[in-house]
């Protein structure tokens, strides 16, 4: 398993021809299958960053993906790829957001017909983890990538005499992924300290500069909201769910300020 994720990433380190490396070093596309929780139920920041990867992929490298994710009756989005639904429930008080219902033998023959040869993990749920020992058992490369920090969900809604129990399950999660991708420095060094050095990258984020920046700044709108031009415009991008931490993000501000919560979203 090894040998084969370095023979991958070693073509994938030809960034500027990637697709012909790959190709020379496997003989035919790079087949990957990626599983999420939520590919485009409800839009949020880590699946617009998979099917990013997915575009990119698909586009840039000549892959072959494809995503096994609960799926809603309608859309958030257009998303990218080849999805397989798996099998789901919603999750009560939260009927937007499905719930996988692990790995089924209908999944696992079509994942075993695809033949990939590297596996995302975008999600520590039970689909993932089921699907990270089929993996593992094949022989199969496994990439987790770490979007959400479940285990400070838990303070939030009360439960966190969890929390233990809770790392203690992503540690084994992570700790069996072949490697590991964090979406910031300080994480990876927690990451580095608990699974070792060589086993974790950083993936970062961006913001796009054509859908955010200074030359889309309209004063009519800032004035609207009682902003005046000098005035600096707090802003806070995100669900309005406690696991947010929207208190911190309003706790600093002055009090004429806070309304930036309301008419900002």
């Known amino acids: 398993m090894t040998s084969h994720f370095a023979d991958i990433r070693a073509a994938a380190s030809h960034r500027s021809g990637c697709a012909i490396a790959l190709r020379r070093t496997m003989g035919r596309p790079l087949r990957v299958a990626l599983f999420s929780g939520n590919y485009d139920c409800v839009r949020d920041g880590a699946n617009q960053a998979l099917n990013r990867l997915v575009a990119y992929l698909m586009d840039r490298v000549g892959a072959q993906v494809r995503i096994y994710s609960p799926t809603a009756p309608r859309k958030a989005f257009d998303s990218v790829g080849d999805i397989r639904s798996v099998r789901s ?105 608990r699974h070792g050095e060589d086993k974790v990258s950083i993936w970062g984020r961006g913001v796009d500069p054509a859908l955010f920046g200074p030359h889309l700044r309209d004063e009519g709108i800032r004035s609207a909201h009682g902003y005046m031009p000098e005035e600096v415009v707090p802003l806070f991008f995100g669900r309005l769910v406690l696991e947010k931490g929207l208190g911190i993000f309003a706790r600093p501000l002055p009090g004429s300020a806070r309304r930036a919560i309301r008419c900002g979203l």
């Open 89 to 193: 429930l919603s999750i009560p008080g939260r009927p937007e957001y499905r719930l996988a219902l692990g790995f089924t033998s209908a999944a696992a023959r079509d994942f075993d017909d695809f033949a990939p040869d590297v596996v995302h993990l975008s999600a520590p749920d039970l689909l993932g983890r089921q699907a990270q020992k089929h993996a593992r058992r094949h022989g199969i490369p496994v990439v987790a990538s770490l979007h959400t920090r479940f285990e400070t969900y838990l303070d939030y809604y009360r439960v966190g005499l969890l929390r233990p129990m809770v790392e203690a399950y992503l540690d084994r999660f992570y700790g069996e992924s072949d490697h590991i991708l964090a979406p910031t420095a300080p994480i990876a060094r927690e990451m580095v300290g």
